[in-house]
């Protein structure tokens, strides 16, 4: 089944009590990308529907509506949703939390990873349970430099589109430049976005990654 209309027959299935947990669920996860509490608190399931798929994309949308799902005991609910889906998903706490095609939620690995031998699991680069570049953010906005560069292949992979591309590169300094694409385009991209993101920091600013990965 199509992973958003999966995920639209759950919410839409749910009780009035289990989706009311599930919203609180969604506004208190600690998990980056967050989801702002006046984006969930009072809304729709259609409304719900949007903020997942826009936030995390569809796979992850999967992911993250089966780990709350979980959170709220609504574990047969979980289970049909990636059933319907083909997602595979481990529960928090797994030492294999991986989903086809989508982000890894695993917890306190520095380790950096990518497709499986196979070619059908993606891992992501989790420090603390949060990616690489978001438990840097601080230090990536102050010292990355060559930000057209980057956002020139962020371009390319199709990470942000044309029209933000153009919005962020007249922005006059790198801080700033750096500040607004964390504010907005890397949080809608999700985890894959912010893999693309690292992997391209990796290549354009090495020095600076394996300075962050010492520390």
Known sequence: MDKQKAVKRMLKNLSKENFANFCH?????????????????????????????????????????????????????????????????????????????????GNGSKDTAGPSAGGTTAQYTMVDGEHFVDKHRTELIKRVDDVPAILDQLHQEKVINASIYSEIMVIPTSQKKMRELFSGPLNAAGLRGKEVFYRILEKEQKFLIEDLKGN
């Not at 979980?78 to 989903?99: H, I, R």
Request: proline residues 4%; glycine residues 8%; charged residues 30%.
């Open 25 to 105: 669920e969604l506004m208190t996860r600690k998990k980056e990308p967050r989801v702002a509490r006046n984006r969930v608190e009072g809304k729709s399931d259609l409304d719900i529907l949007d903020v997942l798929i826009s936030t995390f994309d569809e796979t992850g949308a999967v992911e993250v509506a089966a780990e709350l799902l979980n959170e709220i005991n609504c574990k047969n609910d979980a289970d049909q949703l990636l059933k319907d889906t083909g997602v595979k998903y481990s529960e928090p706490g797994s030492s294999n939390m991986v989903a086809t095609g989508g982000p890894s939620s």
